[in-house]
């Protein structure tokens, strides 16, 4: 007898629960408007149509208009993903900041395409400057350039191997700036995908200004059927 394979399960986990302190706007970072629609509003839309199920993680006391999921986030990027990860049953999760509001279909393609036979990957840049280690503000030395990638989101996982990873930082107190370096710190092999340099996260006022000049163009494309 056939053995009906059933496909798998994933789901978009937004992490969107920081004060944006950087961006000094007063407002949280994911609900700032960026030309007509919300941080977060765009990386709904971006991740929605690939995804089964979409998880926000929001600051205490906020709550958006629309259908998806919405849990209360941590007190550090850390902890709002590992509360994201106990709200979904999915078998594969793709962990994207809220701030990186470009996220484009073949990114997610290409991230979608590997992690169900790798199990970790993360999109990547590779450097393109001149990189160097810095000693008290002065040139320490070189980086060795071609071994060096700038690592984005978004990142994907089978669930229970980064919830396993969360697990154990948690009980040794380990903190990452990523969920890539926490599945890296606890044994797994991360896959690095090439993402894409419109994947730029918006931190500062001057990356916001870049995004609000780049986000018209974005959107016109997005509107032209190809
Ligand atoms: N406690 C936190 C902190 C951050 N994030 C999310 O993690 C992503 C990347 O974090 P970052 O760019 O550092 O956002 P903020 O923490 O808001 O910025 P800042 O550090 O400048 O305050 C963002 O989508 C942010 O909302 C989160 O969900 N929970
Ligand atoms: C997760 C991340 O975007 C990967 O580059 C980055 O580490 C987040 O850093 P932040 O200081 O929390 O913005």
Redesign the pocket.
């Known amino acids: 007898m056939d053995r009906e394979m059933t496909p798998p399960r994933f789901a978009a986990l937004?992490?969107?629960?920081?004060?944006?302190?950087?961006?000094g706007f007063g407002i949280?970072?994911?609900l700032v408007d960026l030309q007509g629609k919300t941080l977060l509003e765009r990386a709904i839309e971006n991740l929605a149509p690939l995804v089964d199920e979409v998880v926000v993680?929001l600051p205490e006391g906020q709550s958006i208009e629309s259908p998806v999921k919405q849990i209360v986030?941590?007190?550090?990027?850390q902890?709002?993903v590992f509360r994201l990860l106990q709200a979904t049953e999915a078998d594969f999760v793709l962990i994207h900041?809220?701030?990186r509001p470009f996220l484009g279909a073949k990114v997610l393609e290409r991230i979608k395409g590997r992690v169900i036979q790798s199990g970790a990957v993360t999109a990547a840049l590779p450097a393109t400057d001149t990189l160097v280690h810095s000693s008290g503000g002065f040139w320490g030395y070189l980086v060795d350039r071609s071994k060096t990638w700038a690592v984005q989101t978004p990142q994907a996982f089978r669930r229970t191997l980064i919830l396993d990873a969360h697990l154990k930082a948690l009980q040794e107190g380990f903190e990452a700036t990523d969920d890539a370096g926490l599945a890296n710190k606890y044994g797994s092999n991360v896959e690095l995908v090439l993402g894409d340099s419109r994947l730029f996260?918006v931190?500062t006022p001057a990356d916001f200004e870049l995004a609000t000049a780049f986000a018209q163009l974005w959107d016109q494309k997005r509107s032209t059927p190809s």
């Open positions: 937004i992490p969107a629960a920081g004060s944006g302190s950087r961006l949280p970072k994911a993680a986030g941590g007190n550090t990027r902890d709002s900041d809220a701030a996260k931190t």
